[in-house]
Nanobody
């Protein structure tokens, strides 16, 4: 399984970015893909996820209403549209996948996902 993130960068507060997670090798049934982020000195936290089984999505309270996760199955890519960005959204963003989380993918820690991308830096200037 390979996951490759892209789309990070520097943006002003209030701006938008769209992250992409191109995945391959997830061929053994349904799975979930989640976006995590890790700010300096903080633990890695799950902020959004989507299930391949039914497209069900989940969001952390900190991003609900501002971020939207979506999937293009033809391109094997999951997106995270981030709007109304704040300085506290600054972090390295990772996508992760796991076959066990396809039914319910929200609220898990990083240990609960088996496959990871390399991460992409998002910096929001205030």
């Amino acid at each position: 399984v390979q996951l490759v993130e892209s789309g990070g960068g520097l943006v002003q507060a209030g701006g938008s970015l769209r992250l992409s997670c191109a995945h391959s090798g997830l061929i053994f049934g349904d799975y979930a893909i989640a976006w995590f982020r890790q700010a300096p000195g903080k633990e890695r936290e799950e902020i959004s996820c989507i299930s391949s089984m039914d497209g069900d999505t989940g969001y952390a309270d900190s991003v609900k209403g501002r971020f939207t996760i979506s999937s293009d199955n033809n391109k094997n890519t999951v997106y995270l549209q981030m709007n109304s960005l704040k300085a506290e959204d600054t972090a390295v963003y990772y996508c992760a996948a796991d076959y066990r989380r396809y039914y319910y993918c929200s609220g898990y820690g990083p240990d609960e996902f088996d496959y990871w991308g390399q991460g992409t830096q998002v910096t929001v200037s205030s």
